[in-house]
C-alpha cells in the first residue's frame, strides 16, 4: 500500500536495535515522530553522555564544571529506563561539591542491577578531582575512571565478573588500589596511568591475577614497586614513565616492573624508559624468552652512550624477537643543549656479538618518526640492523610530515642496504600522502 510505514511496523526488539546504532541525541529525537515512538529511547542499552551527542542540555560556562541541575537531568534520564541499562558513560567538568549528586547517580544505576560497562571522565577543574565512593558492581565487565577520587567504601566486595579496569589520573589509597585489584580476580585488562597517591603512603602494588593477559602501567613519583607475583596468561605489557631528571627511584621501579614480565610475548616501552633503565646499573642477568614483539620509543634528543647500553642490553634480552617497532621522539628534555641527535659512538657502527634474535628471529624492522628530515638522523639506527641482523626480511621507515624523498637520500639507503642479505626489502612510507617509496 502507497505511504505504509513499514518502519513502525517491525517488532520492537528490532527498531530498537536500529535506534541503539545511532547517536544517542539522534536516537531521542526520534521521539518526535509519532506517540509509539515516545518512549523507544529509553528501552536502550546504552547511555553516553558526554562533549558529543549531549541530549540533556549544554551548560558549561567558560570552561568550567557543568551545573548541578545537569547532572539531575542526566539522573532524570536514567531514572527514565525501565528496561535494564548495559553501558553507561559520563564525560563532564565536575567540581568538588557536586560529589554528593554523582553518588546518587552511581547508586541509582547499582538499583538497575545489569550494568555491564561504566566509564566516568571528570575533565580536571583547576586540577581538582570529584570524590567518588565506588559501589560494588556486581554485573560490572569494564570499569574505565578518568580524573577523580577514588575511595573504597567499608565492607567493599569488588567486581567478581570485572575484566577490564582503567585508571587514569585517578587519585586512590595504596590500600584502596591494591584491595581493587586483589578483589577482581576475573581482570584480563588493567591500565594504571599516572594514578596519585591520596596519602603520604607511595603505592607498592602487588598483582595476583590469574587471568590477566594485558598490562598498561605509568611508572611516576607515587609508584615505589610494581611487582607481578603471578600472571601465568600475561601476554602483552606496556611500561611507560618519565623521567624530567636522574631520578634513581623511578629507575629501580622500572626495572622490578620489567624483571616482573619476563615470560609476555609482546612488550610496549614507552619514551624514557630507555632512558630510566641507563640509571639502573644494567646490565642484569635475565632474558625474556617469551617476547616476540617489541615496541620501543625512543627520544632522539636524550641518546647518549648509556642510553644506547641499555638499548642493547634490551635486544641481547630477547634472543628469540621477531618484530621490533622504533617509535622516534624529537622530544628535548633540555630545549638549550646543543646535543647531536645521535651520539657519535652510533655513527661508528660495528657488529655485535652474542645478539642471538640479530642472528636467527629478527624479521621485520619499523622505524617511525614525524619529519622527513629525521630519517637521515636515524640512518645509523638503519644501518646498524642492516649490518647486523642476519635474516632481515623487511625494514620499513614511515614518516608523517615532509617534502618527497631526494635522490641523494635513495642513494644512501641504497648503500646501507648493500650491507644486508639479498632477501631483505627496504621501504619508506609517508603515512600522510600514502606514498611507498621501494630502496
Same mark, same amino acid.
Given at each position: 500500500?502507497?505511504?505504509?510505514?513499514?518502519?513502525?511496523?517491525?517488532?520492537?526488539?528490532?527498531?530498537?536495535?536500529?535506534?541503539?546504532?545511532?547517536?544517542?541525541?539522534?536516537?531521542?529525537?526520534?521521539?518526535?515522530?509519532?506517540?509509539?515512538?515516545?518512549?523507544?529511547?529509553?528501552?536502550?542499552?546504552?547511555?553516553h553522555i558526554g562533549w558529543s551527542g549531549n541530549p540533556l542540555g549544554h551548560t558549561r560556562k567558560g570552561g568550567g564544571p557543568v551545573a548541578s541541575s545537569w547532572i539531575e537531568r542526566v539522573h532524570h534520564a536514567v531514572s527514565s529506563f525501565p528496561g535494564p541499562l548495559l553501558h553507561f558513560a559520563l564525560s563532564q567538568h565536575f567540581s568538588s561539591d557536586q560529589s554528593v549528586l554523582l553518588q546518587?547517580?552511581?547508586?541509582?544505576?547499582?538499583?538497575?542491577?545489569?550494568?555491564?560497562?561504566?566509564?566516568?571522565?571528570?575533565?580536571?577543574?583547576?586540577?581538582?578531582?570529584?570524590?567518588?565512593?565506588?559501589?560494588?558492581?556486581?554485573?560490572?565487565?569494564?570499569?574505565?575512571?578518568?580524573?577523580?577520587?577514588?575511595?573504597?567504601?567499608?565492607?567493599?566486595?569488588?567486581?567478581?565478573?570485572?575484566?577490564?579496569?582503567?585508571?587514569?589520573?585517578?587519585?586512590?589509597?595504596?590500600?584502596?588500589?591494591?584491595?581493587?585489584?586483589?578483589?577482581?580476580?576475573?581482570?584480563?585488562?588493567?591500565?594504571?596511568?599516572?594514578?596519585?597517591?591520596?596519602?603520604?603512603?607511595?603505592?607498592?602494588?602487588? %598483582? =595476583? #591475577?590469574?587471568? !590477566?593477559? &594485558?598490562?598498561?602501567? *605509568?611508572?611516576?613519583?607515587?609508584?615505589? @614497586?610494581?611487582? +607481578?607475583?603471578?600472571?601465568?596468561?600475561?601476554?602483552?605489557?606496556?611500561?611507560?614513565?618519565?623521567?624530567?631528571?636522574?631520578?634513581?627511584?623511578?629507575?629501580?621501579?622500572?626495572?622490578?616492573?620489567?624483571?616482573?614480565?619476563?615470560?609476555?610475548?609482546?612488550?610496549?616501552?614507552?619514551?624514557?624508559?630507555?632512558?630510566? %633503565? =641507563? #640509571?639502573?646499573? !644494567?646490565? &642484569?642477568?635475565?632474558? *625474556?624468552?617469551?617476547?616476540?614483539?617489541? @615496541?620501543?620509543? +625512543?627520544?632522539?634528543?636524550?641518546?647518549?652512550?648509556?642510553?644506547?647500553?641499555?638499548?642493547?642490553?634490551?635486544?641481547?634480552?630477547?634472543?628469540?624477537?621477531?618484530?621490533?617497532?622504533?617509535?622516534?621522539?624529537?622530544?628535548?628534555?633540555?630545549?638549550?643543549?646543543?646535543?647531536?641527535?645521535?651520539?657519535?659512538?652510533? %655513527? =661508528?657502527?660495528?657488529?655485535?656479538?652474542?645478539?642471538?634474535?640479530?642472528?636467527?628471529?629478527?624479521?621485520?624492522?619499523?622505524?617511525?618518526?614525524?619529519?622527513?628530515?629525521?630519517?637521515?638522523?636515524?640512518?645509523?639506527?638503519?644501518?646498524?640492523?642492516?649490518?647486523?641482523?642476519?635474516?632481515?626480511?623487511?625494514?620499513?621507515?614511515?614518516?608523517?610530515?615532509?617534502?618527497?624523498?631526494?635522490?641523494?637520500?635513495?642513494?644512501?639507503?641504497?648503500?646501507?642496504?648493500?650491507?644486508?642479505?639479498?632477501?631483505?626489502?627496504?621501504?619508506?612510507?609517508?603515512?600522510?600522502?600514502?606514498v611507498t617509496v621501494n630502496v
Open positions: 500500500m502507497a505511504g505504509a510505514d513499514r518502519f513502525s511496523s517491525l517488532p520492537p526488539e528490532v527498531t530498537v536495535s536500529i535506534l541503539s546504532r545511532l547517536p544517542f541525541k539522534e536516537a531521542v529525537r526520534t521521539s518526535a515522530l509519532a506517540r509509539s515512538w515516545r518512549l523507544l529511547w529509553t528501552y536502550l542499552p546504552c547511555l546518587r547517580l552511581l547508586d541509582l544505576l547499582l538499583q538497575k542491577g545489569s550494568l555491564e560497562t561504566l566509564a566516568f571522565s571528570s575533565h580536571l577543574f583547576n586540577r581538582v578531582r570529584v570524590v567518588i565512593h565506588l559501589p560494588s558492581f556486581h554485573s560490572l565487565k569494564e570499569l574505565k575512571l578518568f580524573g577523580c577520587h577514588i575511595v573504597l567504601p567499608t565492607g567493599f566486595q569488588g567486581f567478581e565478573r570485572l575484566s577490564t579496569l582503567s585508571l587514569r589520573l585517578v587519585e586512590i589509597s595504596n590500600d584502596d588500589l591494591n584491595l581493587l585489584i586483589h578483589v577482581s580476580n576475573s581482570l584480563t585488562t588493567l591500565e594504571c596511568l599516572d594514578i596519585v597517591a591520596s596519602n603520604d603512603q607511595l603505592f607498592s602494588i602487588r %598483582l =595476583s #591475577l590469574p587471568l !590477566l593477559r &594485558y598490562l598498561k602501567i *605509568f611508572i611516576n613519583c607515587y609508584v615505589e @614497586k610494581v611487582e +607481578v607475583v603471578s600472571a601465568p596468561c600475561l601476554e602483552q605489557a606496556s611500561i611507560l614513565n618519565y623521567t624530567y631528571s636522574d631520578f634513581g627511584e623511578l629507575a629501580l621501579a622500572t626495572l622490578g616492573i620489567l624483571t616482573s614480565v619476563v615470560m609476555v610475548s609482546s612488550l610496549d616501552l614507552g619514551f624514557d624508559v630507555l632512558k630510566s %633503565l =641507563s #640509571l639502573a646499573a !644494567l646490565p &642484569y642477568n635475565f632474558t *625474556f624468552p617469551q617476547v616476540r614483539w617489541l @615496541k620501543l620509543s +625512543v627520544n632522539i634528543r636524550a641518546m647518549n652512550t648509556r642510553i644506547y647500553d641499555a638499548f642493547i642490553w634490551l635486544i641481547q634480552s630477547m634472543p628469540f624477537l621477531k618484530v621490533l617497532n622504533i617509535q622516534l621522539g624529537d622530544y628535548s628534555i633540555d630545549t638549550n643543549r646543543n646535543v647531536d641527535i645521535l651520539v657519535r659512538e652510533l %655513527l =661508528s657502527i660495528k657488529k655485535h656479538d652474542g645478539l642471538s634474535c640479530l642472528d636467527q628471529t629478527l624479521k621485520c624492522v619499523r622505524i617511525d618518526t614525524e619529519n622527513l628530515k629525521h630519517v637521515m638522523t636515524c640512518m645509523t639506527l638503519v644501518k646498524f640492523f642492516l649490518l647486523n641482523a642476519r635474516v632481515l626480511e623487511l625494514m620499513k621507515v614511515a614518516y608523517r610530515t615532509g617534502s618527497e624523498v631526494e635522490p641523494s637520500m635513495i642513494e644512501e639507503l641504497q648503500k646501507a642496504k648493500a650491507t644486508t642479505s639479498s632477501k631483505a626489502k627496504f621501504v619508506m612510507i609517508s603515512q600522510r600522502e600514502n
